[in-house]
């Protein structure tokens, strides 16, 4: 019966949508005409009104239904059970995987940008033995140090070192031997821990001379600096070059403490069994696994690749890694001949050599062309008359270099120390005072001379067999840089007149070999004295300038002008 009805009654179904329809559509325009120009609404101000506020109720509660419905859409869509709901069929798993790589990036982009770039740095050299890694961690050390950051090498076979009385043998680089393991991690546990002492303190690098040949290593050693706030740069060092690898091996067999006591064959087998047990459990870096910045150095600077490196610091690094070269250095560093302004006591000038220095002038000569008739060499000088002078009879290419002129005294050219406490003593007590920094007025510093100097070194570096005949100042800054001496000491380095300095590379250090040749010149070096007040006396100012012939007995000098 029910039925029937319902069929009887259909007409009245399809009029009752039909009126829905015309309804919505009345409505439609009756919104548009409110919403339209006023001048064309005829509506009084009282419908006006009704009909306005009727709109705005609409508005708001279409305007909270919408927000409504985002709300409940936001909250589905973050409803972990939902969401694995409309997924396909075995994506949840690779979902979560996405997402937990997601988290992790998040993680460490959040910690990269924590550290500042400013922050200090820890250099981690990576590679087998032999490699040339710990040439180049004090290298690079002695060119930071150079450049104004504070660096220093921690190596970890120093450490490896304080636990045993005596090296014994290869042994202890097995993987397998758990009492040599335990003692090289906690080797590496202790040189790790004063290269962050070091940084705390407020120092700018810190370099970490070990193998750290495998992954783990690696990733425990960059979580612990990072967590820390500081920055960690990897280097690893490859070499393929045969010859420079039997050179590595010599020098490692000739100068590590571990082979002091050994014969030469038992070292060699004992470095060759070294090296297998360090082979088995390398792994070289691989950026696409291990999420580190690190640069890669093949045959000490033939090529350098780098990976996700940035900072001030690193690209500095980057650069200098790039022009390095490992080769056997012999280098010679002189001073002019005694000039009339060292004979006088008066300090810098361009004066030209004193009988005294042109002898000394003919015998460098002698000397240096008996050894050019075995290896060739150059000649290196600056662009004043006396060191011109003293290489002129030297049967050599010669190179005038501007940035190996003596320092600029300024104001102060041309006097002596006696003038100089006269005219000026309050400058002539703040030089006393920091003579690193302290510059002439209109003249230089020894910090000036450093930076001048910086990419003379750079070059000499890279060269064999040069002689450098230069300047008191000039030579301490130079030998100061390949003796990795202190900057503060520098400017009281003692560089006679008339001697040959020679410096030797073995490894990452130099052996000095000091040949004063037999030609008599006055004494130019003065010691730092201990009253440096501006309110000192004269003579306290004084008492540490060297003599000279205003101030030598007369008689000295006859006897000196009779031998001439």
């Known amino acids: 019966m029910a039925l029937l009805s319902i069929r009887g009654d259909w007409y ?97 982009s959040m910690r990269r940008r924590r550290i500042s770039q400013f922050a200090p740095l820890l250099i981690a050299l990576v590679g087998l033995p032999a490699r040339g890694k710990s040439q180049l961690a004090h290298r690079l050390s002695r060119h930071l140090n150079w450049n104004g950051e504070s660096t220093k090498v921690f190596d970890c076979s120093e450490y490896r070192r304080r636990h045993m009385a005596l090296y014994g043998s290869h042994d202890i680089f097995r993987a397998d031997n758990l009492q040599g393991s335990a003692i090289r991690r906690q080797s590496a546990r202790e040189a790790v821990q004063d290269a962050v002492l070091w940084l705390k303190d407020g120092n700018s690098v ?41 050179r590595n091996i010599i020098e490692i067999l000739h100068y590590s403490a571990d082979y002091k006591d050994m014969t030469e064959e038992e070292a060699v087998d004992d470095l060759r069994k070294k090296l297998e047990h360090y082979m088995r459990q390398y792994e070289p870096i691989d950026g696409s696994l291990e999420a580190l910045s690190f640069a890669r150095v093949e045959n000490m ?11 001030q610091k690193e690209s500095g690094i980057l650069g200098y890694l790039s022009g390095m070269r490992a080769l056997p250095q012999t280098l010679y560093f002189t001073r002019h001949g005694e000039s009339e302004y060292n004979v006088l006591g008066r300090i810098g000038g361009d004066a030209v050599l004193s009988p005294r220095g042109e002898r000394y002038a003919h015998g460098l000569a002698k000397h240096l062309n008996e050894m050019a008739a075995h290896e060739a060499f150059t000649v290196w000088t600056s662009e004043l008359r006396r060191t011109k002078q003293t290489a002129s009879e030297i049967m050599a290419p010669k ?108 490894g990452y250090k130099y052996k000095v070999e000091m040949n004063k040749l037999p030609i008599e010149c006055v004494d130019t070096h003065r010691q730092q004295p201990k009253n440096c007040s501006i309110n000192r006396t004269t003579d306290d100012a004084l008492v540490t300038v060297p003599s000279h012939y205003d101030t030598l007995p007369s008689n000295m000098w006859q006897n000196s002008e009779a031998q001439l």
């Open 206 to 246: 810190a370099i970490f001379d070990g193998t750290n040949v495998t992954k783990e290593q690696r990733r425990e050693l960059n979580e612990c600096i990072t967590d820390m706030g500081f920055r960690i740069l990897f280097i690893e060092c490859v070499c393929e070059d045969q010859e420079l690898l039997e």
């Open 301 to 311: 600077g033939d090529t350098v690749t780098a990976h996700k490196v940035s900072g």
């Open 12 to 108: 009245l179904y399809i009029w009752l949508i039909y009126y829905r329809k015309i309804y919505s559509a009345v409505i439609w325009l009756l919104g548009n005409h409110c919403r339209g120009d006023k001048s064309r609404s005829v509506i009084s101000a009282s419908a006006g009104g009704q009909s306005l506020a009727s709109l705005h109720r609409v508005r708001t509660r279409r305007r909270k239904a919408q927000q409504l419905r985002n709300k409940h859409v936001v909250a589905l869509v973050r409803r972990p059970s939902l969401r694995r709901i409309v997924m396909a069929p075995g994506a949840s798993t690779a979902h979560a995987m996405m997402e937990d790589k997601e988290k992790a990036l998040t993680n460490v």
């Open 399 to 506: 190179r005038a270099i501007r940035a190996l002129n003596e320092l600029d005294a300024g104001i102060c050219e041309g006097l002596t120390y006696e003038e100089m406490q006269e005219r000026f003593p309050q400058e002539f007590a703040w030089r006393d005072q920091d003579k690193l920094r302290y510059r002439y007025p209109w003249g230089e510093s020894y910090i000036d001379i450093m930076t001048r100097l910086r990419p003379v070194l750079s070059a000499l570096e890279d060269e064999h067999n040069v002689v450098v005949v230069g300047h008191q100042a000039v030579l301490r800054c130079m030998l100061g840089y390949f003796l990795d001496a202190k900057l503060d000491e520098l400017p009281y380095m003692n560089v006679p007149l008339h001697t040959i300095v020679k410096l030797t590379s073995y």
